[in-house]
């Protein structure tokens, strides 16, 4: 999830004054529809709302993920990657319209979300997402950069 939300990130970043149209069928063609992603998190289990995981809370998820193959999260840090996608997707769904400066906020709060997933995840989840592909990007990083479907997986999500 961390891999995808910094994937919207970064090509949120590169968007400006393209149609969103296009913003939206490259997320389509090249990792999962945002509305998939949506849909996908609606259907993960709600939890109540609670306060945020303390700093020793955090610490210890981190250390458990960096045993374990599949990492641990916290679904009450999905709530606000799940909110920012949704006002994505509303300011994506004006196809012809070109991306303006209401990006940018859009893109903050996807980040604040992104970073939250981040300080729960060890180093090599980490290095696994953090250079995801993007819109634009520039093709000195063509080798540095990993495709989504590397980081995400085929199947997800599903």
């Known amino acids: ?4 939300l910094r994937h919207v990130d970064l090509s ?3 968007a400006t004054w393209i149609s969103r149209g ?10 999962a529809g945002l509305a998939q992603v949506i849909d996908h998190l609606a259907a993960m289990p709600q939890v ?3 306060q945020p995981l303390s700093r020793w809370a955090r610490t210890a998820l981190r250390l458990c993920n960096c045993v374990r193959l ?10 606000r990657a799940h909110a920012a996608l949704r006002d994505i997707a509303d300011y994506l769904d004006e196809a012809a319209a070109p991306t303006d ?4 906020p859009l893109s903050y709060q996807l980040r604040l979300a992104c970073f939250e997933l981040y300080d729960v995840l060890c180093r ?3 290095d696994r997402c953090g250079m995801p592909e993007h819109l634009h990007q520039n093709p000195i990083l063509d080798h540095r950069v990993r495709p989504m ?10």
């Open 149 to 158: 479907r590397s980081i995400i997986g085929e199947g997800w999500p599903g």
């Open 48 to 50: 109540p709302a609670a």
């Open 1 to 4: 999830m961390a891999g995808y």
């Open 124 to 126: 090599s989840d980490l």
């Open 101 to 104: 400066g209401r990006i940018y």
């Open 12 to 14: 949120l970043h590169r």
């Open 70 to 79: 599949n990492p641990l999260v916290d679904y009450s840090l999905l709530a």
């Open 22 to 31: 296009e913003v939206a069928q490259y997320f389509v063609e090249r990792s």
